[in-house]
Nanobody
């Protein structure tokens, strides 16, 4: 069974940090790029960060560049999103998804999605 499971969300004050995890199973992890997306209430879902664990390539949206950092543990088929200097506008449900490339990619090209984890940043 294919699964992507996000964890690590929660409530944090502005300026704080959280680390999200995306654990993958049921497919060949190295064949895919993992994208992190977020959807705030009343807004469209947006891609914020992407990583291909097989070569370490990454891409960050301007809105999170310098504050968010991706890493991966290939032995655990897990990708991490370290989020520092969090802002209230980072509040959203965060999703990870397995897709074809590092960088902005239409959502229909993603094969697998997690269920999401809530991140709330208070001011």
């Amino acid at each position: 069974e294919v699964q992507l499971v996000e964890s690590g969300g929660g409530l944090v004050q502005a300026g704080g940090s959280l680390r999200l995890s995306c654990a993958a199973s049921g497919f060949t992890f190295d064949d895919y790029a993992i994208g992190w997306f977020r959807q705030a209430p009343g807004k469209e879902r947006e891609g914020v960060s992407y990583i291909r664990s097989s070569d370490g390539s990454t891409y960050y949206a301007d809105s999170v560049k310098g504050r968010f950092t991706l890493s991966s543990d290939n032995a655990k088929n897990t990708v991490y999103l370290q989020m520092n200097s969090l802002k209230p506008e980072d509040t959203a449900v965060y999703y990870c998804a397995a897709g074809p490339r590092v960088g902005p990619t239409p959502e229909f090209e993603y094969d697998y999605w997690g269920q999401g984890t809530q991140v709330t940043v208070s001011s």
